[in-house]
């Protein structure tokens, strides 16, 4: 009887010291038909929060072909924002894997992964572009996960 009023007060002390932070899936449009500009000169992977059109302009050019699927993804800054992760200038293979955007608790947290392979010819500069709705002003955060 004693060790079971032990093991009683015991669970109820690991399940009473837990918090639990609701989470929400948050929806996301990845933007396409965007490079980063050669004057863009990070030295480490950057993670922006850009809420105007002049600091996109600044960072990112429309790389717009021929037809209707060559045009960039529209952006409208005075109802979206951007997420940008931006990897330096390099020759290697590298992939963004968006993994999750959800809203936790007073926080947005965009959680991703990064891909490296192999080495190439030619030098790129990495990038990876999601749109969301403005938020109500909440926190973003970024969170890179690890393979």
């Known amino acids: 009887?004693?060790?079971f009023i032990m093991t009683l007060i015991s669970t109820l002390i690991v399940f009473s010291c837990t918090v639990n932070?609701?989470?929400k899936d948050i929806p996301y449009t990845s933007a396409k038909k965007y490079f980063v500009k050669n004057?863009?000169?990070?030295?480490?992977l950057t993670e922006k929060i850009i809420t105007s059109q002049?600091?996109?302009?600044?960072?990112f050019?429309?790389?717009?072909?021929?037809?209707?699927?060559?045009?960039?993804?529209?952006?409208?800054?005075s109802k979206e924002n951007v997420l940008a992760l931006i990897y330096p200038k390099t020759n290697l293979e590298v992939e963004f894997i968006p993994v999750s955007l959800q809203?936790?608790?007073?926080?947005?947290?965009?959680s991703y992964k990064v891909i490296?392979?192999?080495q190439r010819s030619f030098m790129t500069?990495?990038?990876t572009i999601i749109i969301i709705q403005k938020p109500d002003s909440k926190k973003k955060n970024f969170q890179k996960v690890q393979k």
Not at 39 to 44: F, L, M, N, R, V
Not at 54 to 59: A, G, H, L, T, V
Not at 63 to 76: E, L, N
């Open 125 to 127: 500069i990495p990038n």
């Open 21 to 23: 932070v609701s989470q």
């Open 61 to 77: 050019g429309a790389a717009t072909t021929m037809g209707m699927s060559g045009k960039p993804t529209p952006i409208d800054f």
């Open 116 to 118: 490296k392979g192999g």
């Open 1 to 3: 009887m004693k060790n």
């Open 39 to 44: 004057t863009s000169h990070q030295k480490d």
């Open 54 to 59: 002049e600091e996109f302009d600044q960072i």
């Open 103 to 110: 809203e936790k608790g007073q926080d947005i947290v965009y």
